[in-house]
């Protein structure tokens, strides 16, 4: 019989934190599970990441509670991935926000990529049964928007592909603090299988552009001060280029998906092998990395079958 996939036996509850990276700015984190971020304004309330399920999200909520009693209005969500977006029900928010792009992707790919993950990682989704659907957002923008709550001003970005092609990024001028979703992570490893390995770096470049005094990242620890921004962001950089140098060689002398996962074993595990879900990210890292060496532009979509054959043929 196969091996498992690395987190579908991974039951172990993390510890939760909540840090105020910017007055009256918060991230929810979860040693390496999905993040969340709380966004004060004057009157009003908005979280960034609603989290995989309803009752995930009443977590976060709880936090909320704890440093303010104004209403939830927006939830905006970074992209399409159902660890991001399937609790957003529980919020009761006016407005779901999302950029075009990751709209179309949860049009095109969202029920494909529910089934995945809640096989992959099924502990991500406590309290399944409270998910009433898909989540669509009610407000869309192309490339920027911004929202105001009272005076706050919150601009929402898209900046470029990287961990997914519709991935857009929070930015709050009065405490120049942003919010990058699982476009920067911090010692926990980046998921590829949807990513845009050639575009990444640059869209990192252009976060590094606003010289922010916080970055509260898509899992992993909250990132106060310029240092620990710049080295999230490096290290970032240096992880999804390890993944891809491989196993692009091996792509341009013709070899297997197996000698991709070897090679990029080789040059990854020594520098990442104790990130946050490592080994859970690994295998669609390197298949979708091979795939964008042969020239395949667009992830193609995952699904529960697509997922049990690709770890399959990795398992020789």
């Not at 009256?24 to 971020?37: Q, R, V």
């Not at 399409?80 to 792009?101: F, K, N, T």
């Not at 390995?197 to 899992?219: E, Q």
């Not at 710049?230 to 891809?244: G, P």
Request: charged share 25%.
């Amino acid at each position: 019989m196969a091996k498992a996939f690395a987190s579908q036996g991974d039951m172990t509850e993390k510890k939760i934190t909540f840090d105020e990276v910017g007055k009256d700015l918060w991230a929810f984190t979860a040693e390496g599970d999905p993040n969340s971020g709380v966004i004060i304004g004057d009157e009003s309330v908005m979280i960034v990441e609603a989290q995989a399920t309803p009752r995930l999200a009443n977590k976060v909520i709880e936090k909320v509670r704890e440093v303010t009693d104004k209403p939830i209005s927006h939830v905006v969500l970074t992209h399409y991935h159902a660890v991001r977006v399937l609790g957003a029900s529980a919020y009761g928010a006016d407005q779901i926000i999302m950029g075009d792009a990751a709209r179309a992707m949860v049009v095109e790919r969202g029920q494909e990529d529910w089934d995945s993950e809640f096989q992959r990682f099924p502990r991500l989704f406590e309290g399944h049964e409270s998910i009433p659907g898909l989540t669509y957002p009610t407000t869309t923008f192309s490339d920027d928007m911004t929202i105001y709550l009272g005076n706050r001003r919150v601009d929402l970005m898209h900046l470029g592909r990287a961990h997914t092609a519709g991935d857009i990024v929070i930015h709050v001028p009065d405490e120049n603090v942003m919010f990058t979703g699982d476009i920067v992570e911090d010692h926990s490893a980046c998921y590829c299988g949807d990513g845009h390995f050639a575009d990444w770096g640059d869209t990192l470049d252009n976060i590094a552009s606003f010289d922010v005094d916080a970055i509260a990242p898509g899992r992993g620890g909250a990132l106060i001060g310029k240092d620990a921004v710049h080295r999230a962001i490096e290290s970032t950089r240096d992880f999804v280029e390890s993944t891809y140098r491989p196993a692009a060689k091996v792509a341009a002398r013709g070899g297997s998906l197996k000698e991709a996962w070897d090679a990029v074993r080789a040059e990854c595990d020594p520098k990442f092998a104790d990130y946050a879900i490592y080994e859970h990210c690994l295998p669609f890292n390197v298949a979708r990395a091979f795939d964008e060496a042969r020239g395949i532009e667009t992830p193609r979509i995952w699904t529960a079958e697509r997922d049990l054959q690709m770890w399959a043929d990795l398992q020789g």
